[in-house]
C-alpha cells in the first residue's frame, strides 16, 4: 500500500472529514486529476512539485500521485495510493484506486471505507467495461455519493453534446447498479478545468466544480443509539492481578457508557460496564470509530470474537447466524465453485465456511445477472450462500458497514480471495434446521426387510465424559466384544472423524458444536442401516448431545447415552495426550473440566466410573442395556 509521507491534517472541532476514492477505467485520468486537485489546494510540499517537473517546465499531474516505481514506468496505478488535502471547511483522504482489471482487488479495498466515489469517464471513449464495473463495486460497499468527472472534455472541444450524451449514460447506468443518483461534471483535470476553478470554456454547464461538489456533501454520523451496541473484542486482559479484566475493541455502531446494561454474544452473559476508557478524560461516552476499554462488573466468559451489544429492551442485536447471503467480488486466479471450503473473517473472528450455492453471477458488460452459474471468476461478483462452521454475529450491510462485510482466506495459502457484503443472515440450528431445496429419499428397501435380514437391529451408543475419563478405552472394547459375538458395529472416534468427515474443523465451541452435529448425523445413518454405531465424544454441552438423541428420537432409532463419569482427579493422573498438564502450564486454552465447562448428563441410560474398573465388565453391561431394548434379538 503507498502512503503520501505527508503528515494527516488535524481537523478542526468544526471541520468534517471525507474520504473519497476515485475509480474508473485505465487512462481515464484519475491520477492526473488527483494530482490537479492536490497542486490547486496548494496540498504539495515544493520538493515534490520539483522532482515531478520536467526540463521544459511542465508538471507531470499523474506522477504527483504515482507513488510506485513501477506505476511510473508503466504509466498506470497499481496500488491504492493515500493522499490528503484540505481546504478552509473540510479536511480530506483521498485513495487512489486501480483502474486495471487485474487490480479489481485493490479498487475493492480503497472504496471500502470512502464516503465518496469519484468515477472517472474519458469524455472521448464513454462508459467502459470498468467503468461499469467499478460503479457496481460502489454501490457494493454502500458508497452513498457518486459523482462522475466526465474528463478530457477539452478533447471534445468542450462539446455540451457530447457530456449529455455521457450523462444520459451515467443517468442509466444509476438504476443498473441501484445507485439513488449519479452526479456528472464536465472536467479537464490536465488544464484544471472544473476541477477547484470554474471552466470558462463550459458556459453551458451551471453545475458546481468538483471540490465544490465535495464541500457540498454533508455526512451523518452513525446512530448515536445505545440500543444500537457493537463493540467487537478485540483483546481481553488484566493489567495486574489487583484489577479486573478489560476488554479493548473499537465501537462500530450504537454507544456505550458507564451503567449500560450489556450482553455478549454468541454466549448471551450479561453484565454492567463499570468502567471505561477512552484515551479522552473528558469523553464519558464511547462511540462508533472509537477505540475504547471496558471493565464488566461480573467475571463472565469473554475473549477475542466475542461482541458487546446493548443488553435493553429493545436492544437491535445482530443475527446469529451460520448461514449468510453475500455479495462477493472473487479476486482470486483459481475459480470459486458450490461445495468450496474457505475461511470467513469477520471483524474480529474468523470462522470455516462452505459454498453452499452459487446463486447468480453479474455480468461486467451489460450489467444482467446470470443465475445459478457454474463458477465464479477472477474479479467476477457474484451472490453466494455460504454456511459457516460456527455462528457469525451478523449484520445486513445495509444496516451496518462494519457488522455487514468480511473476507474470504484460502486455508492452504492464507491469502484474500474475495471480498464481501451481507445481504441477509439466517439462524441455522444444528441439527434441527430444514431443508426446504432438497427432500429425504428413502430406500426401497424397508428398515424392517433389512433388520430382519441381518438378524440385527441399528442402534447407537453415545459415550461421553471427561477428556482421559475411559471413553474410548471403553468403545474399543465394546466394539470388540459386539464383533465377537457376530454383531455389525463401527466406533466412531471423535479423533477419527476430525481426519475426514471434520478435517475443516477447529477446536472453538461452535466448531465443536458442529463436529457433534456431524457425528449425530453419521450415527443415525449408521443406526438406519442395521450397524450398531458407538460415539466416543467428549461432547461437554447437553443441548448438543439432546440434538443427536432428538435425531434419533425423530427416525425411530434406539439411542443409548453412557456418561463416563470418571472424576477429574483421576482423568488428569492418566492424561495419556499431555492435556491436562498443558492446561494447567496455561499452554493450552479451552480444556473441557479446567476452563471450559462440561454439563454432566442429567438422566443418562448408564454412568460409570472406569477408576479401577473392568472395562470388559463394563462393556458386557452396555450390551445387556441393547439387549433389554431388543437391539440384539433381531426384533
Known amino acids: 500500500m503507498t502512503v503520501t509521507d505527508q503528515p494527516v491534517p488535524h481537523p478542526a472541532a468544526n471541520r468534517q472529514f471525507l474520504r473519497l476514492a476515485t475509480v474508473g477505467s485505465v487512462d481515464d485520468g484519475k491520477s492526473t486529476l488527483i494530482g490537479r486537485i492536490l497542486h490547486d489546494t496548494g496540498s504539495l510540499p515544493t520538493d515534490h512539485i520539483e522532482s515531478v517537473t520536467g526540463d521544459d517546465g511542465q508538471l507531470d499531474l499523474a506522477a504527483l500521485s504515482d507513488g510506485l516505481r513501477a506505476e511510473r514506468e508503466q504509466g498506470i496505478t497499481i496500488d491504492v495510493a493515500y493522499r490528503f488535502f484540505s481546504t478552509d471547511t473540510r479536511s480530506y483522504v483521498l485513495a487512489d484506486t486501480p483502474g486495471h482489471e487485474r487490480y479489481t482487488r485493490n479498487t475493492f479495498t480503497g472504496a471500502s471505507n470512502a464516503h465518496v466515489a469519484v468515477v472517472l469517464v474519458d469524455a472521448q471513449h464513454g462508459l467502459q467495461r470498468q467503468t461499469r464495473r467499478h460503479a457496481r463495486i460502489a454501490s457494493l460497499v454502500g458508497i452513498k455519493h457518486v459523482v462522475a468527472a466526465v474528463n478530457k472534455i477539452d478533447l471534445v472541444d468542450f462539446s455540451g453534446e457530447r457530456f449529455a450524451a455521457v450523462k444520459a449514460d451515467l443517468d442509466e447506468l444509476a438504476l443498473q447498479v441501484g445507485i439513488d443518483e449519479i452526479t456528472a461534471i464536465p472536467v479537464a483535470a490536465r488544464r484544471g478545468d472544473n476541477v477547484v476553478h470554474r471552466s470558462p470554456s463550459t458556459p453551458w454547464y451551471t453545475g458546481p466544480t468538483l471540490l465544490e461538489f465535495l464541500e457540498s456533501i454533508e455526512l451523518s454520523a452513525p446512530s448515536p443509539q445505545a440500543r444500537e451496541l457493537r463493540l467487537p473484542v478485540q483483546y481481553a486482559s488484566r493489567p495486574s492481578a489487583a484489577h479486573r479484566r478489560v476488554y479493548s475493541g473499537r465501537v462500530v455502531a450504537g454507544t456505550i457508557a458507564v451503567g449500560d446494561e450489556i450482553a455478549v454474544l454468541p454466549s448471551g452473559s450479561r453484565s454492567i460496564v463499570t468502567a471505561l476508557d477512552t484515551l479522552d478524560a473528558a469523553r464519558t461516552t464511547g462511540v462508533a470509530g472509537l477505540s475504547v476499554s471496558v471493565q464488566l462488573a461480573d467475571d463472565i466468559d469473554v475473549g477475542r470474537g466475542d461482541v458487546i451489544v446493548s443488553a435493553a429492551e429493545d436492544a437491535h442485536l445482530p443475527v446469529v447466524a451460520r448461514e449468510l447471503e453475500a455479495t462477493v467480488c472473487w479476486l482470486a486466479e483459481k475459480p470459486l465453485h458450490a461445495g468450496d471450503r474457505v475461511a470467513l473473517k469477520h471483524g ?89 431445496d432438497i427432500k429425504w429419499h428413502p430406500s426401497s428397501l424397508a428398515r424392517n426387510e433389512r433388520w430382519r435380514k441381518t438378524g440385527q437391529r441399528g442402534a447407537t451408543v453415545w459415550l461421553t465424559g471427561l477428556p482421559a475419563s475411559g471413553k474410548s478405552t471403553l468403545a474399543v472394547a465394546l466394539e470388540r466384544l459386539l464383533v465377537t459375538q457376530g454383531r455389525v458395529a463401527y466406533l466412531l472416534d471423535g479423533d477419527n472423524i476430525r481426519h475426514g468427515i471434520s478435517d475443516d474443523l477447529g477446536f472453538s465451541p461452535g466448531d465443536r458444536a458442529e463436529n457433534i452435529r456431524r457425528v449425530g448425523h453419521l450415527a443415525r445413518l449408521f443406526a438406519d442401516s442395521g450397524v450398531i454405531a458407538i460415539a466416543s465424544l467428549v461432547s461437554p454441552l447437553r443441548s448438543d448431545r439432546e440434538i443427536a438423541r432428538e435425531l434419533h428420537d425423530a427416525a425411530d432409532l434406539d439411542f443409548v447415552e453412557v456418561h463416563v463419569a470418571t472424576p477429574v482427579s483421576e482423568c488428569e493422573r492418566r492424561d495419556p495426550k499431555g492435556l491436562y498438564r498443558r492446561a494447567r502450564e496455561g499452554t493450552l486454552r479451552g480444556l473441557t473440566g479446567v476452563d471450559a465447562p462440561y454439563e454432566k448428563p442429567e438422566n443418562p441410560d448408564l454412568r460409570f466410573d472406569t477408576t479401577g474398573a473392568d472395562i470388559n465388565d463394563l462393556a458386557q453391561r452396555i450390551v445387556g442395556a441393547l439387549t433389554e431394548r431388543g437391539v440384539l434379538d433381531g426384533g
Not at 361 to 378: A, C, F, K, M, Y
Not at 380 to 389: H, P
Not at 400 to 412: C, H, P, Q, S, T
Open 348 to 436: 474480529t473472528t474468523t470462522v470455516r465456511a462452505t459454498v453452499q450455492s452459487l446463486d447468480r453471477r453479474l455480468d461486467p458488460d451489460s450489467l444482467i445477472e446470470q443465475v445459478g452459474p457454474s463458477s465464479l471468476e477472477l474479479n467476477d461478483i457474484g451472490t453466494v450462500t455460504l454456511r459457516t462452521s460456527s455462528v457469525v454475529l451478523a449484520d445486513k450491510y445495509s444496516e451496518n458497514r462494519d457488522g455487514g462485510a468480511f473476507v474470504l482466506i484460502d486455508e492452504a495459502s492464507n491469502e484474500t480471495v474475495a471480498a464481501g457484503t451481507i445481504k441477509d443472515a439466517r439462524e441455522v440450528v444444528p441439527g434441527k434446521a430444514t431443508r426446504n
